[in-house]
């Protein structure tokens, strides 16, 4: 009995999952053809004024006020932006460009409007501006303040599509500020995600650099590694401030491992006993700072270097020795200078240097 109880409830299962899809799928494809209706509906109204921006006129202020209404309903505005997303995936004209920076105005009362809106509806809005709102669009200031206000909210979607905006503008003091709003909210950003994004600001990089490096102190740890990695792949000219990172050991680890990684990219001789000091630590707790120094060390030439980097394959910890092997593949020595290495009697240093060695042949033949 218990067990044909069993096949019933399994039965009864199977038929709900059956009729709840069945019952999805067609939601899905009604909610599919009433946006349908919605795109054909908007593209039926906006057809005649591109035809209007061909001729060199402008767009009528009731189509205008025509998109003010519609597109206060969220429905309407993902209708829209299929259909502008349309325009942007082929090659444009100028009209149809134009067609965007005319109805500016339109994005900015909608912005108003969102701003009160659920998270939801506010986080997709946030979208919208940042594919649509027109980049360097200084004359409208008004527009950054209420970007900083979808940033201020605890919604992880409303605060990475307006800082995407915001890098649009080219502002860098509201950058400044929309970082440390993000710094002082619950729903932090990742790091990567902060690094990738101020990498598109469209503004002075220089002086967005020079700004986020006075306020460094006022963030917090997290989002001072998003700023250093920003910088390390934007920029040359940091080397001074960057070995002063380095050598504070109050600063915070990861930090000080990414000024590492800085000095790994950009050669800087004053740098160099530093890294030596870093790659030759043998205590374990500091195996990443051993690491991430032998990797940089593939950069700079000299015997000191390549001495180190041998010394290094002897190490206990794993990372350190592949990053050692690596260094010295790139530094291109040749084979009778590792010869002591392969020849030695540590076996760990002589297999992973054969690793590398017979990868490095692999490699070539196959390209």
């Not at 109805?103 to 969102?114: S, W």
């Not at 809106?117 to 004359?139: E, G, T, V």
């Not at 990443?288 to 030439?301: F, M, Q």
């Amino acid at each position: 009995m218990g067990i044909e109880t069993m096949l019933y409830f399994y039965g009864a299962v199977c038929v709900s999952m059956i009729a709840f899809n069945l019952i999805y799928n067609t939601l899905l494809k009604r909610s599919q053809l009433r946006l349908g209706k919605r795109c054909r509906r908007l593209e039926a109204r906006i057809a005649p004024q591109l035809k209007l921006l061909r001729r060199g006129e402008h767009v009528q202020e009731e189509h205008l006020a025509y998109l003010r209404h519609r597109l206060c309903r969220v429905k309407n505005l993902i209708a829209f932006d299929q259909i502008l997303r349309q325009y942007l995936q082929k090659e444009q004209e100028a009209w149809e460009l134009r067609y965007l920076d005319q109805i500016q105005p339109v994005i900015l009362h909608l912005a108003l409007v969102y701003q009160k809106r659920s998270n939801i509806n506010a986080a997709y809005f946030s979208y919208f501006l940042s594919r649509y709102m027109a980049p360097k669009h200084m004359p409208i200031h008004s527009i950054q303040g209420i970007l900083l206000d979808y940033i201020r909210k605890e919604n992880l979607y409303c605060r990475v599509n307006g800082l995407r905006a915001l890098y649009r503008f080219g502002n860098a003091e509201s950058i400044v500020t929309a970082l440390e709003i993000q710094d002082e909210g619950q729903v932090f950003l990742h790091e990567k995600i902060l690094t990738e994004g101020l990498l598109t600001f469209t503004g002075d990089h220089r002086e967005l650099i020079d700004t986020l490096w006075a306020r460094l102190g006022q963030f917090s740890a997290r989002t001072q590694l998003a700023i250093s990695n920003y910088i390390r792949f934007q920029t040359g000219e940091y080397t001074g401030q960057m070995l002063e990172v380095l050598l504070d050991e109050t600063r915070d680890k990861e930090l000080r491992l990414s000024a590492i990684r800085y000095f790994g990219r950009y050669c800087y001789e004053p740098a160099l006993e530093t890294l030596l000091a870093f790659a030759g630590q043998s205590d374990p707790e500091l195996w990443e700072y051993a690491t991430v120094s032998v990797s940089a060390l593939a950069r700079y030439p000299g015997q000191r270097v390549i001495e180190t980097l041998k010394q290094a394959l002897h190490s206990a910890n794993w990372y350190v020795r592949y990053a050692a092997a690596a260094s010295l593949e790139a530094q291109n020595v040749d084979y009778e200078s590792l010869l002591g290495v392969i020849a030695g009697g540590d076996r760990y240093a002589r297999e992973m240097m054969m690793y590398r060695l017979e990868s490095g042949k692999m490699q070539k033949a196959s390209v």
